[in-house]
């Protein structure tokens, strides 16, 4: 074999070693960004999750307050002057 055949093949023999590490190397990284989002989409619904109990149970309170206590509404009360400037009892300019 001549010395530009061994050449020419330790070269192509490396640059495809070279290319077969290098795209290994890429589907790793890429697997794990993937992974990455999954467990970022995973507590972000966790996090949706407990808003939602929060809200659920304010509302259950909210219903709760509003069965124990009156609640009426006091602007159809107003004369209409007062009303206009949302209810304040703020002199008119």
Do not use: C, W
């Amino acid at each position: 074999m001549s010395r530009a055949a061994k050449l020419s093949l330790v070269g192509t023999s490396l640059f495809a070693l070279s290319t077969v590490v290098f795209v290994h190397y890429q589907q790793k990284a890429e697997q794990q960004a993937m992974h990455q989002g999954v467990i970022r989409d995973m507590e972000q619904q966790r996090i949706k999750r407990e808003r939602q109990a929060d809200f659920d149970m304010q509302r259950a309170l909210e219903a709760e307050y509003k069965k124990d206590q009156s609640v009426r509404d006091t602007t159809a009360e107003m004369d209409p002057a007062t009303a206009k400037r949302g209810g304040l009892n703020v002199p008119a300019r």
